[in-house]
C-alpha cells in the first residue's frame, strides 16, 4: 500500500534528519506490530498520520519549553507511541514503560532492530513510576486521560507533601476545560496532523 510520509510545516525539520528510520518504524509497525497486537490494523497513511507525525508533535512541545534535557518516561507506550519516534528525533534519554510483559519483549526487539540510541523498554507500572519520579517528563498517548492523571498525581503529592516539578503531555481529543489549580497548570495545544485534522495535546505543569 503507498502512502504519502507528509507531516506539516512545524515539523519538517524532524522529516528532513530522520526520515528513513522514521519509516523504518512505520514499516514495523504495519508489518510487527500489527502481528504481534501492538496495534490494530489499519491504514498505512493512518499509521504515519495519527503515530508517527502526532508522536513527533509531543517532541515539539517538549523542545519549546526548552526542558530536552530532562529524562522522557513513555506511560502505557504500547507500540512504542509516542516514546519511539521521540527518541528517533531527541537525543533526550526516553523510558518505554508498559505493564505488559509481551510487548516490552516486542519493543526490545524493535530498538535493536532499528538500532535506536538512547531508549529503553521497561515493563513497570505506570501509575506506580509517577509517585517516585521528579523533574521528569511524562507523556501519555490514549492511556490515561488528563483528568484521571491530575486525580492520581495529586494524592500523591498530598501523601509525599513533596513539590514533584513533573511535566505531562497528555493525548486529548478535543478541547477540554480542565482548570489550572493552585497544584496543577493546565494548557492545551490545537496542532495540525496532516492538511485538514487537528489534534490536542494537554499539557500538565505541576507547581
Ligand atoms: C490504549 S494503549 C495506548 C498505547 C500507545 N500509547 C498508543 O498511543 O497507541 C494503552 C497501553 O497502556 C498499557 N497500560 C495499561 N495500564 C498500565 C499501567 N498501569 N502501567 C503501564 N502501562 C499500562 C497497556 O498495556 C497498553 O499498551
Same mark, same amino acid.
Given at each position: 500500500?503507498?502512502?504519502?510520509?507528509?507531516?506539516?510545516?512545524?515539523?519538517? @525539520?524532524?522529516?528532513?534528519?530522520?526520515?528513513?528510520?522514521?519509516?523504518?518504524?512505520?514499516?514495523?509497525?504495519?508489518?510487527?506490530? /500489527?502481528?504481534?497486537?501492538?496495534?490494530?490494523?489499519?491504514?498505512?497513511?493512518?499509521?504515519?498520520?495519527?503515530?508517527?507525525?502526532?508522536?513527533?508533535?509531543?517532541?515539539?512541545?517538549?523542545?519549546?519549553?526548552?526542558?530536552?534535557?530532562?529524562?522522557?518516561?513513555?506511560?502505557?507506550?504500547?507500540?512504542?507511541?509516542?516514546?519511539?519516534?521521540?527518541?528517533?528525533?531527541?537525543?533526550? @534519554?526516553?523510558? !518505554?514503560?508498559?505493564?505488559?510483559?509481551?510487548?516490552?519483549?516486542?519493543?526490545?526487539? &524493535?530498538?535493536?532492530?532499528?538500532?535506536?540510541?538512547? *531508549?529503553?523498554?521497561?515493563?513497570?507500572?505506570?501509575?506506580?513510576?509517577?509517585?517516585?519520579?521528579?523533574?521528569?517528563?511524562?507523556?501519555?498517548?490514549?492511556?490515561?486521560?488528563?483528568?484521571? !492523571?491530575?486525580?492520581?498525581?495529586?494524592?500523591?503529592?498530598?501523601?509525599?507533601?513533596?513539590? /514533584?516539578?513533573?511535566?505531562? &503531555?497528555?493525548?486529548?481529543?478535543?478541547?477540554?476545560?480542565?482548570?489550572?489549580?493552585?497544584? $496543577?497548570?493546565?494548557?492545551?495545544?490545537?496542532?495540525?496532523?496532516?492538511?485538514?485534522?487537528?489534534? $490536542?495535546?494537554? *499539557?500538565?505543569?505541576?507547581?
Amino acid at each position: 500500500m503507498t502512502y504519502n510520509p507528509q507531516i506539516p510545516k512545524w515539523g519538517e @525539520k524532524y522529516l528532513e534528519e530522520k526520515k528513513e528510520k522514521l519509516v523504518n518504524y512505520h514499516k514495523w509497525l504495519s508489518t510487527t506490530g /500489527n502481528k504481534t497486537g501492538l496495534i490494530s490494523q489499519k491504514t498505512d497513511q493512518y499509521i504515519w498520520d495519527e503515530f508517527i507525525v502526532h508522536s513527533l508533535y509531543f517532541y515539539k512541545i517538549i523542545e519549546d519549553l526548552g526542558v530536552e534535557k530532562s529524562s522522557i518516561f513513555d506511560l502505557g507506550t504500547g507500540g512504542g507511541i509516542p516514546g519511539v519516534p521521540i527518541s528517533i528525533v531527541s537525543s533526550t @534519554k526516553v523510558v !518505554l514503560v508498559d505493564n505488559k510483559k509481551s510487548r516490552i519483549f516486542e519493543l526490545d526487539r &524493535l530498538i535493536k532492530i532499528l538500532k535506536i540510541e538512547g *531508549v529503553a523498554a521497561k515493563e513497570k507500572n505506570a501509575i506506580e513510576l509517577i509517585k517516585t519520579k521528579e523533574n521528569a517528563i511524562f507523556t501519555l498517548r490514549c492511556y490515561l486521560s488528563t483528568s484521571s !492523571l491530575i486525580k492520581e498525581t495529586k494524592k500523591t503529592l498530598k501523601k509525599s507533601k513533596k513539590l /514533584n516539578k513533573n511535566i505531562y &503531555l497528555v493525548s486529548s481529543n478535543k478541547k477540554n476545560n480542565i482548570k489550572t489549580d493552585k497544584m $496543577f497548570h493546565v494548557k492545551q495545544e490545537k496542532f495540525l496532523i496532516n492538511k485538514n485534522d487537528y489534534r $490536542f495535546i494537554d *499539557v500538565i505543569t505541576s507547581m
